[in-house]
Every structure is written in structure tokens, then in C-alpha cells.
């Protein structure tokens, strides 16, 4: 079982900059491939960005250089850093992982990004 617990939403303008957290559970979090989803009400949710266990990264071409993944394993947290914001980042932010092909997800932050 893994529990995920994001925090760092809220209010920004467009061009502002917020910082997401995934605090996660486990002893081998450290290996886990840890990512970012977002869902806007009535579409379906899009992946953001991913993180492996060395530390590869990979992100949406809608993020891709305004977005950074990061992990800190000693704190069993990742992080979204979000630069250059854009009122079309508005949306909720899930924090993702999966273990022996289960998916677990987070509560979800809200974002809002106002022009």
C-alpha cells in the first residue's frame, strides 16, 4: 500500500511560479516511479511528468521547459516546479506512482492560474 499526500496549490497570475509536493509512504520509495497528472473539470486527466528510481525525467511538450520534476528521497517527497504559468495550467494536480502494476493516487491540489 502507498499513501500520497500532495500539497503547494493555489492562487497564481499568469507568469507567477508555484512548487507542488508529493509526500509518499513506504520504504522503498526511493525506486518508485513517481509522476505528475492534472485534470480540468469534464476532460479527461493528462500527464505532466514523470520521475524514475535514477532519476529520469520526461514531461508533457505543454510543460517541457517551464515545468521541473524532482525528487528527494531521504524526505520521500517530489516536487513540480512550475515557472511561466499560464492560465491553461489551471487545473488539479495529481501526484501518481505504481507498484506490482497498481496505481495509486493522490488527493489532488487545486491550481489556478488567472490572466
Known amino acids: 500500500q502507498v499513501h500520497l499526500v500532495e500539497s503547494g496549490g493555489g492562487l497564481v497570475q499568469a507568469g507567477g511560479s508555484l512548487r507542488l509536493s508529493c509526500a509518499g509512504s513506504?520504504?522503498?520509495?526511493?525506486?518508485?516511479?513517481m509522476g505528475w497528472y492534472r485534470q480540468v473539470p469534464g476532460k479527461q486527466r493528462e500527464w505532466v511528468a514523470t520521475i524514475s528510481g535514477e532519476n529520469r525525467t520526461n514531461y508533457a511538450d505543454s510543460v517541457k521547459g517551464r515545468f521541473t520534476i524532482s525528487r528527494d528521497n531521504d524526505r520521500n517527497t517530489v516536487y513540480l516546479q512550475m515557472n511561466s504559468l499560464k492560465p491553461e495550467d489551471t487545473a488539479v494536480y495529481y501526484c501518481w506512482t505504481t507498484l506490482w502494476g497498481i496505481q495509486y493516487w493522490g488527493q489532488g491540489t487545486q491550481v489556478t492560474v488567472s490572466s
Open positions: 513506504g520504504s522503498t520509495f526511493s525506486i518508485y516511479t
